[in-house]
Protein backbone atom coordinates (compact mmCIF):
# COMPACT_ATOMS: atom_id res chain seq x y z
CA UNK A 1 0.00 0.00 0.00
CA UNK A 2 1.03 3.71 -0.92
CA UNK A 3 2.24 5.63 2.06
CA UNK A 4 -0.19 8.49 2.79
CA UNK A 5 3.05 10.87 3.58
CA UNK A 6 6.37 10.60 4.68
CA UNK A 7 7.29 11.56 8.36
CA UNK A 8 11.06 12.40 8.47
CA UNK A 9 12.38 13.72 11.58
CA UNK A 10 13.37 13.16 15.30
CA UNK A 11 11.33 11.67 18.20
CA UNK A 12 8.66 14.56 17.87
CA UNK A 13 7.13 12.70 14.93
CA UNK A 14 6.05 10.06 17.11
CA UNK A 15 3.24 12.16 17.65
CA UNK A 16 2.16 12.82 14.23
CA UNK A 17 2.76 9.28 13.56
CA UNK A 18 0.63 8.05 16.22
CA UNK A 19 -2.07 10.79 15.13
CA UNK A 20 -2.05 9.77 11.24
CA UNK A 21 -2.51 6.74 12.08
CA UNK A 22 -5.77 7.24 14.45
CA UNK A 23 -7.40 8.88 11.60
CA UNK A 24 -6.78 5.89 9.71
CA UNK A 25 -4.10 7.23 7.79
CA UNK A 26 -0.64 5.69 6.76
CA UNK A 27 2.24 7.12 6.90
CA UNK A 28 6.49 6.37 5.90
CA UNK A 29 8.55 7.44 9.15
CA UNK A 30 12.20 7.80 8.93
CA UNK A 31 13.42 8.94 12.53
CA UNK A 32 16.56 9.51 13.52
CA UNK A 33 17.17 10.78 17.09
CA UNK A 34 17.19 14.64 17.70
CA UNK A 35 21.22 14.09 18.63
CA UNK A 36 22.13 12.56 15.20
CA UNK A 37 20.68 15.50 13.59
CA UNK A 38 22.03 17.79 15.37
CA UNK A 39 25.51 16.23 14.87
CA UNK A 40 24.86 16.83 11.00
CA UNK A 41 25.16 13.30 10.37
CA UNK A 42 23.50 12.93 6.78
CA UNK A 43 24.31 14.69 3.54
CA UNK A 44 22.38 14.96 0.31
CA UNK A 45 23.74 11.93 -2.18
CA UNK A 46 22.22 10.87 -5.66
CA UNK A 47 19.23 8.88 -4.28
CA UNK A 48 18.94 11.59 -1.68
CA UNK A 49 18.91 11.89 1.71
CA UNK A 50 22.14 9.60 3.48
CA UNK A 51 22.38 9.30 6.89
CA UNK A 52 26.17 9.47 7.74
CA UNK A 53 27.98 7.96 10.85
CA UNK A 54 24.40 6.99 12.50
CA UNK A 55 24.00 2.93 12.29
CA UNK A 56 20.32 3.80 13.41
CA UNK A 57 19.79 6.18 10.44
CA UNK A 58 21.71 3.88 7.81
CA UNK A 59 19.31 0.81 9.07
CA UNK A 60 16.04 2.90 9.14
CA UNK A 61 16.65 3.98 5.34
CA UNK A 62 17.43 0.95 4.13
CA UNK A 63 13.73 -0.61 5.55
CA UNK A 64 12.16 2.55 4.22
CA UNK A 65 13.01 1.62 0.63
CA UNK A 66 12.32 -2.10 0.95
CA UNK A 67 9.43 -0.97 2.42
CA UNK A 68 8.79 1.58 -0.55
CA UNK A 69 10.81 -0.28 -3.32
CA UNK A 70 12.39 2.82 -4.37
CA UNK A 71 15.92 3.82 -3.94
CA UNK A 72 15.08 7.43 -3.33
CA UNK A 73 12.19 7.90 -0.37
CA UNK A 74 11.46 11.81 -2.35
CA UNK A 75 10.74 10.49 -5.80
CA UNK A 76 7.61 8.93 -5.40
CA UNK A 77 5.22 12.08 -5.60
CA UNK A 78 3.97 11.78 -1.51
CA UNK A 79 4.07 15.38 0.62
CA UNK A 80 6.63 15.14 3.15
CA UNK A 81 6.03 16.48 6.98
CA UNK A 82 9.39 17.11 8.94
CA UNK A 83 10.30 18.38 12.17
CA UNK A 84 14.18 18.52 10.91
CA UNK A 85 16.34 21.59 11.67
CA UNK A 86 15.01 22.11 15.34
CA UNK A 87 16.06 19.67 18.09
CA UNK A 88 16.14 22.19 20.42
CA UNK A 89 17.23 20.83 23.33
CA UNK A 90 20.68 20.04 21.58
CA UNK A 91 20.85 23.56 20.33
CA UNK A 92 19.52 25.31 22.80
CA UNK A 93 21.24 23.46 25.90
CA UNK A 94 24.67 25.43 25.56
CA UNK A 95 23.35 28.83 25.43
CA UNK A 96 22.57 27.67 29.75
CA UNK A 97 26.34 27.20 30.77
CA UNK A 98 26.75 30.65 31.40
CA UNK A 99 23.06 32.16 31.75
CA UNK A 100 22.55 33.60 28.47
CA UNK A 101 19.45 35.04 27.65
CA UNK A 102 18.82 36.38 24.20
CA UNK A 103 17.61 39.76 24.14
CA UNK A 104 13.52 40.04 22.96
CA UNK A 105 14.10 43.76 22.58
CA UNK A 106 16.31 46.81 22.95
CA UNK A 107 15.20 47.60 26.37
CA UNK A 108 15.43 44.02 27.79
CA UNK A 109 17.70 43.34 30.21
CA UNK A 110 17.96 40.43 32.35
CA UNK A 111 17.83 40.80 36.08
CA UNK A 112 20.59 37.58 36.39
CA UNK A 113 22.97 35.84 33.79
CA UNK A 114 24.34 37.51 30.67
CA UNK A 115 22.57 39.28 27.92
CA UNK A 116 22.90 37.50 23.94
CA UNK A 117 21.77 39.93 21.25
CA UNK A 118 19.48 38.62 18.74
CA UNK A 119 21.85 39.31 15.73
CA UNK A 120 24.33 36.86 17.81
CA UNK A 121 21.96 34.38 18.34
CA UNK A 122 20.94 34.24 14.96
CA UNK A 123 24.47 33.79 13.88
CA UNK A 124 24.32 31.08 16.26
CA UNK A 125 21.64 29.18 15.44
CA UNK A 126 22.52 29.55 11.60
CA UNK A 127 26.53 27.88 12.47
CA UNK A 128 24.27 24.70 13.68
CA UNK A 129 21.50 24.55 11.08
CA UNK A 130 22.84 25.80 7.64
CA UNK A 131 23.23 22.07 6.58
CA UNK A 132 19.45 21.35 8.18
CA UNK A 133 18.32 24.42 6.03
CA UNK A 134 20.21 22.93 2.68
CA UNK A 135 18.61 19.82 2.98
CA UNK A 136 15.60 20.92 3.89
CA UNK A 137 15.53 23.23 0.51
CA UNK A 138 16.34 20.08 -1.57
CA UNK A 139 13.94 17.75 -0.61
CA UNK A 140 11.52 20.58 -1.04
CA UNK A 141 12.39 20.87 -4.97
CA UNK A 142 12.25 17.12 -5.16
CA UNK A 143 8.28 17.01 -3.53
CA UNK A 144 5.78 18.76 -1.68
CA UNK A 145 7.81 19.16 1.78
CA UNK A 146 6.23 21.14 4.97
CA UNK A 147 8.14 21.82 8.43
CA UNK A 148 5.86 20.92 11.24
CA UNK A 149 7.77 22.75 14.49
CA UNK A 150 7.77 20.63 17.52
CA UNK A 151 5.81 22.91 19.87
CA UNK A 152 7.29 23.75 23.18
CA UNK A 153 5.99 22.05 26.37
CA UNK A 154 7.94 23.82 29.06
CA UNK A 155 8.70 27.54 28.28
CA UNK A 156 11.83 27.39 29.69
CA UNK A 157 15.93 28.98 28.67
CA UNK A 158 15.98 30.49 25.19
CA UNK A 159 13.89 27.80 23.23
CA UNK A 160 10.80 30.45 22.25
CA UNK A 161 12.75 32.59 21.06
CA UNK A 162 15.28 30.03 18.99
CA UNK A 163 12.20 28.27 18.06
CA UNK A 164 10.74 31.45 16.25
CA UNK A 165 14.12 32.39 14.74
CA UNK A 166 14.13 28.98 12.95
CA UNK A 167 10.52 29.65 11.71
CA UNK A 168 11.36 33.21 10.30
CA UNK A 169 14.41 32.05 8.81
CA UNK A 170 12.64 28.83 6.95
CA UNK A 171 10.04 30.68 5.53
CA UNK A 172 12.67 33.63 4.44
CA UNK A 173 14.09 31.00 2.43
CA UNK A 174 10.99 29.92 0.37
CA UNK A 175 10.16 26.56 3.09
CA UNK A 176 6.88 25.88 2.93
CA UNK A 177 5.67 26.16 7.45
CA UNK A 178 3.13 24.79 8.83
CA UNK A 179 3.06 25.93 13.03
CA UNK A 180 0.38 23.99 15.14
CA UNK A 181 1.18 26.38 17.77
CA UNK A 182 0.18 29.54 15.85
CA UNK A 183 -2.24 28.31 13.52
CA UNK A 184 -4.11 25.64 16.06
CA UNK A 185 -3.34 26.40 19.88
CA UNK A 186 -2.06 29.99 21.16
CA UNK A 187 1.55 31.79 21.27
CA UNK A 188 0.97 33.25 24.08
CA UNK A 189 -0.44 30.44 26.67
CA UNK A 190 0.84 27.56 28.01
CA UNK A 191 0.83 24.54 26.04
CA UNK A 192 -2.36 22.04 26.59
CA UNK A 193 -1.74 19.36 29.80
CA UNK A 194 -4.33 17.26 27.34
CA UNK A 195 -1.94 17.62 24.40
CA UNK A 196 1.12 17.00 26.51
CA UNK A 197 3.17 13.33 26.34
CA UNK A 198 3.50 14.62 30.23
CA UNK A 199 7.78 14.09 29.56
CA UNK A 200 7.76 17.89 29.30
CA UNK A 201 9.34 17.87 25.86
CA UNK A 202 6.98 15.93 23.45
CA UNK A 203 2.94 15.95 22.61
CA UNK A 204 0.62 13.20 22.02
CA UNK A 205 -1.11 11.49 20.02
CA UNK A 206 -4.11 14.13 20.28
CA UNK A 207 -2.25 16.48 19.29
CA UNK A 208 -0.45 14.86 16.44
CA UNK A 209 -4.04 13.77 15.31
CA UNK A 210 -5.36 18.02 15.59
CA UNK A 211 -2.10 18.87 13.24
CA UNK A 212 -2.64 15.90 10.86
CA UNK A 213 -6.51 16.47 10.57
CA UNK A 214 -5.74 20.41 10.26
CA UNK A 215 -3.16 19.75 7.39
CA UNK A 216 -5.54 16.98 5.82
CA UNK A 217 -8.51 19.85 4.99
CA UNK A 218 -6.10 22.56 4.31
CA UNK A 219 -5.12 20.41 1.15
CA UNK A 220 -1.84 19.69 2.57
CA UNK A 221 -2.14 16.22 2.56
Do not use: C
Not at 33 to 45: D, L, N
Not at 151 to 163: M, S
Not at 178 to 199: H, I, K, Y
Amino acid sequence: MKPDFLLLGDSHTIALEDGAKALGLTPAVLRIGGAGWHERKFSWGADGFVPRGSAMGTRALERLRADMGVTNIFGTGIPVITTVGFHLGQLVGPMGWSDHHIQRSPDDMPQDGLLMSSAFAEAYVLHYRRPHLRLLRRIAKATRLIVVPPPTIADYGNIPQVRALLIRRMRAEGLEVFDPVAELLSLDAPFPEDLSAGDGNHANTAFGSMVIDALRKAGKL
